[in-house]
Structure formats: C-alpha cells, structure tokens
C-alpha cells in the first residue's frame, strides 16, 4: 500500500467549524505509514492540541498553498476566491460539477496548475450511494431552523430570525433548544405547524424527520413524501397546505418545480406555507425544484423575505413567506456532523486511491475538467 501525505487545511467559510478527520483518526493513518500535517484553527470543532497529541504536525492555517506537491490538501468547503493555478491534489466539495455559477473558471484554476480534485459529493459505491455524507445532519439542522424561523413568524413578524453566533453542543441541544422555543408559545399541540419533508426516505429526509420528532412535534403533523408521491410531477398545491416546507431534493436533471412564485402570490390569503427550508440550496443550478429564491442565506443571516406582510391579509403569517438556503448547514452542530461523516469517510481515507471509488472519482473530474474547455 502506498503512503501519502495528508494535509489538513483550516476553513475559510465563516462559521464552518466541521471537520473530515478526527484526531484518533490521525494515529492509526500514521500507525499506518502515512504522514498527517494539520493546520492551526480557531474554530475546528476539535482542539489543535488533540490532533497533535495523536502525532500529526501542526503549521499554520492557510499554508497549503506552499505545501509539498506530493500533499494531499484535505478539507471540506470552498476554497478562497482567487485565480491562482491549483498544483495539489484536493480532497473537499468542489461544488462545481453541477454547472453552478463559476465551475469553468474554477476548474480551470486546476488545469493551469495540473492539479486534481477528489470531489467528497461524489465518492461513491458501486450501486451509486455515497461514500459519506452529511445529509442526516444536513435535514435535522434544516428542520430546526426552519422551525425556529416559523416561531419567530409567531412572535415578531417585523424581525426576522437572528443570527447563530455559536454552535450547538450536539443534535440533542439544538432539538431541546427548539422545542423549548416552541412550547412557550404554543404549549397546545394542536396548535402547532404541519412540516411537510420532500425526500423523506433518503438520509437527509430521515435527519428532518428524526428532528421533529426529538422536538416533539405530534405525528400526524409530520407529513413525509417521496418518489411516490412526486412521481406525476408538479407543481403540488398540497404543499401550500403545510406550514413548513423542507426540500431534502437531490437533483441532477430537470424537473417540474416542486412550488413556485407565482403560487405564492397568487395564494397569499389562503395558503398555510410561510417558511420552505431548501437543503440542498443549489442556488445557481438550473434543476433547482424549488426556484423562488436566487442567493443564499447564512448563520448571520438565517432566512431571506421573498414575500413581505399585507396588512389586509386573513392569514396569521399576513402572506409572508421567508426562505432558508443554507449551504452549510450540518456546521450549526459540528462534533456530531463531523463524528457521523468522518467514520464512515475514514476507511477510504486509509485505503486512498486503491479502489474504485477513488478511481471513478478521478475519472469524473477528467470528464468535467474537459467538458469545462467546451
């Protein structure tokens, strides 16, 4: 088995405290020949301190640029914005093989420098699931903001959800968290919202399911669909029904919209829909299923207003109707997202570049670095 040099880069995206590998981690790559260089960070979930106790070197963050050309740059999110060629060999999501704003000139960063991506979206299995991902953590982290943006509806409608300036200790903090928000002005379940998860079946629909239970929401209130139900197409009218709407979607072709703007305005006055938490937030992709919102939010800025208040309107959330889109959302509880995904990545980690996930995935970005050219 060959050896190689992993180097653990710190993120630059603001609030992103996850991580792909684990202290212990560290030791048995070493016990096993590898080499594990770990940049400083002040906000990994994980402590400098233990990744060096477990043996890895620590350097400073950001200095991957100037790393051995045999490393391998290992992280999770984007890159910084520049227009450097790229020489090293990345392990991360690259978002950028699914035609998002941009992806030519960023594949071509790695063409001038003859450098490779080893993209994380799409290390997959033979029977095309995916090696590791973050979609359980994704859909329970979506399904409490959503419902925590709902419950500021009901409080203050004038002011939006506010900023998540700290991470939550573990998946149950957050689900208490909610819940407690949401039994003090609503102590009657009856009265509470109906949450409607589009993709219910897959990871990322079961990690949304699993958050409104833990926060306590009756049954009958989770209402759960899947291919079954999406099968003819839409838009759906039913889903104006619900309170909330979470889209845990992965699309790669074109659809019909699951809702769309028009079926906002127009409904204002007898829809129940006033918060759509979109997980997978492509904003930019074209297949997008839910096109009623073209940026992005953040952990400052939780929800984006597509819809403002009428005054005149019937409706208890007066028409509006307000949009989560962030695309990093599994960082709000870091340990437990970086814990769940950095175990099931770990074994092609020790094993890199000697299966057929690591070679399809190589393959992939032959492909695309050339359909980039066109």
């Known amino acids: ?8 880069r710190d993120e630059v995206k603001p609030l992103e405290y996850r991580t792909p590998l ?25 402590p400098d301190n233990q990744y060096e106790e477990n ?9 991957w640029k100037n ?22 060999t990345h392990i991360f999501f690259a978002h950028c093989y699914k035609y998002q704003g941009g992806w030519k000139e960023f594949m071509n ?26 979609g359980h953590s994704a859909g329970y982290v979506g399904a409490a903001i959503g419902t925590l943006a709902w419950i500021q509806q009901n409080v203050n409608k004038e002011e939006k959800l506010s900023s998540f300036n700290e991470p939550f ?30 993709g219910a079946l897959g990871r990322c629909g079961t990690g949304a399911t699993d958050c409104a239970n833990d926060i306590g929401f009756p049954e009958e209130n989770i209402i759960k669909w899947d291919l079954e139900e999406t099968k003819d197409g839409g838009p759906f009218p039913q889903i104006l029904e619900n309170d909330i709407l979470i889209n845990c ?6 659809i019909e919209p699951f809702i769309t703007l028009d079926m906002l305005n127009d409904s204002k006055d007898s829809r129940n829909l006033s918060v759509v938490v979109d997980i997978s937030c492509d904003t930019t992709n074209p297949n997008n299923p839910i096109p009623i919102y073209d940026i992005n939010t953040t952990f400052k800025e939780p929800t984006i207003r597509i819809i403002e208040a009428e005054d005149n309107n019937n409706k ?35 094993n890199f570049k000697s299966s057929d996930v690591w070679k399809n995935a190589e393959a992939l970005f032959i492909e695309k670095s050339e359909e980039s050219k066109n």
């Open 22 to 46: 684990l202290p212990g981690q560290v030791k048995i790559l070493i016990e096993n020949g590898h080499t594990v260089t770990v940049e400083r960070s002040e906000g990994r979930c994980f």
């Open 67 to 88: 790393a051995p050309l045999d490393a391998i740059i290992f992280g999770l999110k984007e890159l910084p914005e520049e227009d450097t060629p790229l020489v090293h």
């Open 55 to 63: 043996g890895a070197t620590l350097v400073e963050s950001g200095s």
């Open 249 to 254: 979607i992965y699309l790669t072709q074109p």
């Open 169 to 198: 200790g573990s998946f149950n903090e957050l689900s208490n968290h909610v819940s407690e928000k949401m039994e003090a002005i609503k102590s009657d379940k009856s009265e509470w919202p109906r949450i409607i998860i589009i």
């Open 1 to 8: 088995m060959a050896n190689y040099h992993f180097w653990l």
């Open 109 to 134: 960063r790695f063409i001038e420098g003859k450098g490779t991506i080893y993209d994380l979206e799409f290390l997959k299995h033979e029977n095309g699931r995916r090696v590791a991902a973050f």
């Open 316 to 350: 208890s959330h007066n028409g509006i109707v307000d949009v989560v889109s962030i695309d990093h959302l599994p960082s709000l509880v870091p340990s437990d997202s970086s814990v769940e995904f950095a175990n099931a990545l770990f074994e092609h980690i020790l």
